[in-house]
């Protein structure tokens, strides 16, 4: 049975507070869903209603530091690397979660490379990049569109100018914006309004050291990519070949008539095909480290149902 969402407020290292929910089984695979740019932990909605989703995995959300309800600090010390590293850290530990899987959308992939760099690779449990900008320097995966439409917020230096040129912004993010249910794209402005346009320059500026992540993190984590074909923010075919040239254990999953928001767009889809990849991913992760195949044998037919109703589904 579905249980009841856990929400909570946590204090990070440097005391910036993060808002935090879960809900699932927490005997199932760990999973940490991870927003994009400006917005907040809102955004994965559609998978946080979803009873096949939660009922089969231990689900986690929350909104990064100076987003939505979390912590909006100015300070710069606030946007070192180590700093998203233990929000991470700080939400992981609170609701004991054991090499969870982060699922990252858009600039939500970046905190992988915060958590790699300061916890080991073998704190995770593998990366789903959606729609993803791998790390903050990752200029030649950004299209020019998105370049454009950046640098046109950040000329706002009245607030008001600023939150009046979110609308469209946010339908920026969809292939087809007037598919966009008038409530979400309500509740995605007003989410994004509410981030202070100094605090949305630091979360532009922030540092990686990307060189190690790859190192720690390509020749061992497995990595899903879902990416839209039609992609307005985050270039498909140089993503797909970032993540193949830097990962050994790569799934690909291109999607035709779908933009930048593969969880908004297709949710029925992208649901199934996260799950099913979450849990052949924790079959493996038993099976490397138990030495046993019973659990993969476990993991094929118990979801040859779900395997089949993935695939009947059109993209």
């Known amino acids: 049975m579905t249980s009841d969402i856990v929400i909570t407020t946590l204090a990070s290292k440097d005391g910036v507070e993060i808002y935090a929910e879960a809900v699932g089984d927490p005997s199932k695979p760990h999973v940490v869903f991870i ?3 400006g917005l907040s932990s809102i955004v994965w909605d559609s998978q946080f209603h979803d009873t096949q989703l939660i009922n089969n995995t231990y689900a986690v959300r929350y909104d990064l530091r100076g987003h939505g309800r979390s912590g909006k600090p100015l300070d710069l010390t606030a946007w070192r690397s180590d700093r998203f590293a233990e929000d991470f850290y700080v939400v992981a530990s609170a609701f004991k979660l054991n090499r969870p899987i982060l699922v990252g959308w858009s600039y939500g992939c970046t905190p992988a ?3 790699v760099n300061r916890f080991g690779a073998e704190f995770l449990g593998g990366i789903v990049y959606i729609g993803g900008l791998p790390y903050t320097s990752a200029n030649h995966i950004v299209t020019a569109s998105q370049k454009v439409a950046i640098t046109g917020l950040l000329k706002h230096n009245d607030p008001e100018d600023y939150r009046l ?7 920026h993010v969809v292939n087809n914006p007037d598919a966009i249910p008038s409530e979400i794209h309500q509740s995605w402005t007003t989410t994004m309004a509410s981030q202070p346009l100094a ?5 532009l500026r922030r540092e990686q050291d990307v060189g190690r992540f790859w190192e720690r993190a390509g020749p061992v984590l497995p990595l899903l990519v879902i990416h839209g074909q ?3 923010i985050c270039d498909h075919d140089a993503a797909i070949a970032e993540a193949r040239s830097k990962f050994q254990r ?4 291109s999607w035709p008539d779908v933009g930048h928001a593969p969880f908004l767009e297709r949710p029925q889809l992208f649901n199934a095909v996260v799950l099913v990849w ?7 992760l038993i099976f490397e480290f138990e030495g046993s195949v019973i659990f993969l044998c476990r993991f094929v037919c118990s979801n040859l149902n779900l395997i089949y109703r993935m695939e009947s589904i059109d993209p």
């Open 278 to 284: 979450v849990q052949k991913v924790s079959s493996w």
């Open 230 to 232: 039609r992609d307005n």
């Open 113 to 115: 490379v915060d958590v």
């Open 165 to 171: 040129a979110l609308p469209d912004y946010i339908k």
């Open 199 to 203: 605090v949305f320059r630091r979360v």
């Open 250 to 253: 790569v799934d690909i999953e």
């Open 35 to 37: 927003h994009g740019l």
